[in-house]
């Protein structure tokens, strides 16, 4: 496994097995689900295999993903503080796919019934090919997630949203004031934020709202937890803040302290029994460690694709598996598969765990 554009070796693809299993708000069966697939979504998204069905459910039964993850664009109408894609208007990533190759991939996803594909940037909206991809999906009986800052979404956006097949759309608000908010989020509106979570609701879409912690607004958690409540999200979204792209070099500025950090996860447990049934707070794994920890026992059944069509191994490390304009699909999935199981993939993991990173156990 190189760093750059290494693939892995290809492995011979496993059988399919299960049925497609949607959390919370989503239906159970996903119609037109083939019945040989199993899908468990995490906390984080990551789409992970049931333990208790034992190892033929791991990702090397699987000939296909279970997820893809798909940066569209770098392009993003903010330059977020803590931005860990370090995303900014005008930051497109050289050689972004346009629409024919995106169209492709999505194409792609949809012929090997892929049930779950997140939008991520990145404003994911802001690509002009968007909707063609979203409604190629959709057609194809495809869960969507969107991810967005909500800054221009529009009545218009938010009705076309409701004809496709949404599993949610997630609404970033870090702070309950403009003070705290715009502090992470320069120029950005805070009443543009909440009148996007208003819109989608409006539409019947399910909403969720992430959180990221740092020293500039952690005073304000508790509140925009209960905002959350308020505008009829059904998940909240947080973990302690990650040291990766912009976040990094302003890591000295943004970073809570360890106290700071222990005093938000007891915040987030206690809230979590307090808004049972009424608000769902996901936090685990609640570091970088426990993530990659997490991932080393069971890495995820999940495909990144970069808005460059590449794919990486792990959002944390610089490898990549494949490349979408070069790699069908199935010869992607299995590059991944091997590159799970290479001693440099294994050996960068278990060395970013060792890292000075701020950890709560």
Wanted: aromatic share 8%; proline share 5%; net charge positive.
């Amino acid at each position: 496994m190189r760093r750059g554009r290494g693939r892995g070796a290809a492995v011979s693809s496993g059988q399919r097995q299960g049925r497609a299993l949607h959390l919370g708000h989503a239906p159970a069966f996903r119609a037109g689900c083939p019945a040989d697939r199993l899908v468990l979504y995490g906390d984080d998204h990551s789409v992970r295999l049931g333990r208790s069905l034992g190892q033929a459910m791991r990702i090397d039964g699987f000939s296909a993903p279970l997820m893809a993850s798909w940066q569209f664009t770098k392009d993003c109408n903010l330059a977020c503080l803590h931005c860990c894609a370090d995303c900014a208007p005008g930051s497109r990533m050289p050689g972004e796919l346009d629409a024919a190759e995106a169209l492709h991939v999505a194409q792609q996803l949809a012929a090997a019934e892929v049930p779950y594909v997140l939008f991520s940037g990145g404003e994911p909206m802001s690509a002009s090919h968007f909707w063609d991809v979203a409604q190629t999906l959709g057609r194809a009986g495809i869960y969507l997630k969107v991810e967005t800052n909500g800054q221009r979404l529009s009545e218009a956006d938010a009705a076309r949203l409701a004809r496709l097949p949404i599993r949610s759309i997630q609404v970033s608000l870090d702070g309950a004031t403009q003070q705290a908010y715009s502090r992470l989020r320069p120029a950005a509106s805070l009443q543009a934020a909440l009148r996007a979570c208003r819109l989608i609701r409006r539409h019947q879409l399910p909403l969720e709202v992430a959180f990221v912690p740092t020293r500039f607004n952690m005073d304000e958690a508790e509140a925009v937890m209960d905002l959350a409540l308020e505008l009829g999200a059904f998940r909240f979204n947080t973990g302690a803040l990650m040291r990766l792209g912009r976040a990094a070099r302003l890591w000295d500025a943004l970073k809570p302290s360890f106290q700071e950090d222990g005093q938000f996860l007891k915040l987030l447990i206690r809230k979590r029994e307090e808004l049972a049934g009424r608000l769902e707070l996901c936090f685990r794994p609640y570091s970088l460690r426990e993530g990659m920890e997490e991932w080393l026992r069971e890495p995820p059944g999940t495909l990144l694709v970069q808005a460059d069509g590449t794919v990486k191994v792990s959002a944390v490390l610089p490898f990549l598996c494949a490349d979408m304009r070069k790699d069908s699909l199935a010869a992607a999935w299995d590059y991944y598969r091997a590159a799970c199981r290479s001693d440099d993939v294994v050996n960068a993991l278990r060395a970013l765990i060792y890292e000075d990173l701020p950890v709560v156990v």
